[in-house]
């Protein structure tokens, strides 16, 4: 088959990377509805080039997310279409199926959060163990290792060394870290998103939608907690208990104080990650959020 029509442009959702919808005809006249996604370092916003750590940029990665863990995942997901890897021409295109959908954070229906948190739930139970080892090598994913989580703090504290009230909170943080590792790293490890965060997650449009997370440029191996702390960040302690609580059914973990704890810690990662990513940086509108008095609440409540 060949393509008899094609038509591009530019999509809403680009963000670091531009993102372009393609409307596809084939010869036989079936229409393919696609997008196309690209990863090149020429490609990155000048924004992005500025802030985003260059230790955690990796082409290969979302494109051997769609290749090699996602076909194994709940289905949801965007079918993928192909890719164009050049290392020579610093060329990396991903072709994705395009979802008629609403980011989850437009999407006021606590039901659409809930089958958020159970989708990403069986996405961490997917995977034996010995996949999960092999994964890790071929797919370029990030660990959350005891030096991982350390480079983080020692980011925040570079970055907050001249902004006294950062530093206060971040010094306080730090006081405890070495405990706060010690728990992360004793969390249970698979696969995880990365930014489970809600304007990473498509909803399609529809009864009881498809949950269809995307941008899985940070997929890692790492608690799957991580995952939920991104997901419920933000919301009242009420619902932050909902959503653990349909997360927890799904994987057949217990709630409780335990998980509290264990997803304050995950929370104060996230928090000190937001405040070590770069000197001078704000969130972007998708990731609005008072991060330092969210590290600040998290670091009483765990005695930091």
Not at 55 to 76: M, N, V
Not at 99 to 109: I, K, N
Not at 179 to 197: A, K, Q, S, W
Not at 239 to 252: H, K
């Amino acid at each position: 088959m060949r393509i008899a029509r094609l038509e591009r442009r530019r999509s809403p959702y680009s963000s670091s990377f531009p993102v372009d919808e393609l409307d596809v005809c084939l010869d036989d006249g079936i229409p393919l509805r696609l997008v196309m996604k690209d990863l090149s370092a020429s490609a990155m916003s000048a924004e992005a080039r500025r802030v985003r750590p260059d230790f955690l940029y990796d082409p290969r990665r979302e494109i051997q997310a769609y290749r090699w863990i996602l076909p194994h995942a709940p289905s949801g997901t965007a079918a993928w279409y192909g890719a164009v890897v050049n290392a020579t021409a610093r060329r990396y295109w991903l072709f994705l199926e395009r979802v008629a959908g609403l980011e989850l954070r437009h999407v006021g229906a606590l039901g659409a959060w809930k089958r958020a948190a159970r989708w990403i739930a069986r996405f961490h139970r997917s995977f034996a163990a010995s996949a999960v080892s092999r994964l890790v090598q071929t797919s370029k994913l990030l660990v959350y290792d005891d030096a991982f989580y350390w480079m983080w703090l020692e980011r925040a504290q570079r970055f907050a060394a001249r902004r006294p009230r950062v530093r206060e909170i971040v010094d306080r943080i730090a006081r405890r870290h070495s405990t706060i590792v010690d728990r992360l790293v004793r969390l249970p490890r698979t696969l995880i998103h990365g930014e489970f965060y809600p304007c990473n997650i498509m909803i399609e449009r529809g009864h009881g939608g498809r949950v269809c997370p995307v941008d899985w440029e940070m997929a890692a191996f790492a608690p799957g907690l991580m995952d939920l702390a991104s997901l419920t960040t933000g919301w009242s302690p009420r619902v932050q208990r909902a959503l653990a609580a349909a997360y927890c059914d799904e994987s057949e973990r217990e709630t409780g104080a335990s998980i509290a704890t264990d997803l304050d810690c995950c929370r104060l990662h996230l928090a000190v990650r937001m405040l070590g990513w770069s000197d001078a940086w704000e969130p972007p509108p998708q990731h609005a959020h008072d991060w330092l008095s969210d590290a600040a609440r998290i670091a009483e409540r765990l005695q930091c």
